[in-house]
């Protein structure tokens, strides 16, 4: 298989999966080394494919079925415990979690695609945060950042919105 292949089928299994893959799990199923998946993407998205790495592996986004409607909120929170709470409350409202923005004083905006839209979603993000013992972006800037969340419709950005604000994750707009 030559690397035009190997690129066409990466994009084949990502398109055909039900959720994040692994480079190493590309890695194996191609027989080629993981940083040759790397460079595979790598190579992909300059040319256009959307292919997001999340924490989970790489994706290919699906958006909502019908018409989604896509915000950016800013919230507030310190503790680990507490990003479980403030991402389970969005997903159990019905709202997926594209990323997770700060405003760093020397970098500017540093953003991490999520891509969380259920439990299972979450559950996996935050073994892994508790795996790898990293510290969140948003611990670069005590606890403030932005998420972009899509939902279905307002209704259930206000059920989402009204339940942060509740729990004090909510940064209020004036």
């Known amino acids: 298989m030559d690397a035009n292949e190997r690129r066409e089928e ?14 190493t799990d590309l890695s194996e199923k191609l027989k080629v080394s993981r940083q040759v998946i790397v ?61 997770v923005i700060v405003e760093h004083p020397l970098y500017g905006e540093i953003k991490s695609q999520l891509q969380i839209g259920s439990r299972h979603d979450l559950e996996l993000f935050m073994d892994s945060l508790e795996k790898t013992n990293a510290e969140p972006l948003s611990s670069l800037t005590g606890g403030v950042h932005l998420h972009t969340i899509e939902v279905e419709d307002e209704k259930a950005l206000e059920r989402i919105k009204n339940a942060l604000l509740g729990k004090n994750y909510l940064i209020k707009e004036d």
């Open 10 to 23: 990466i994009i084949r299994t990502l398109k055909m999966a039900q959720g994040p893959i692994k480079g």
């Open 39 to 99: 460079q595979d993407i790598a190579i992909l998205r300059a040319k256009g494919e959307d292919i997001l790495a999340t924490p989970q592996g790489y994706i290919i986004p699906k958006p909502f079925k019908g018409k989604a409607i896509t915000r950016t909120i800013a919230c507030v929170h310190q503790s680990n415990k507490e990003i479980e709470d403030e991402l389970k409350t969005i997903v159990d409202l019905g709202g997926r979690i594209i990323d």
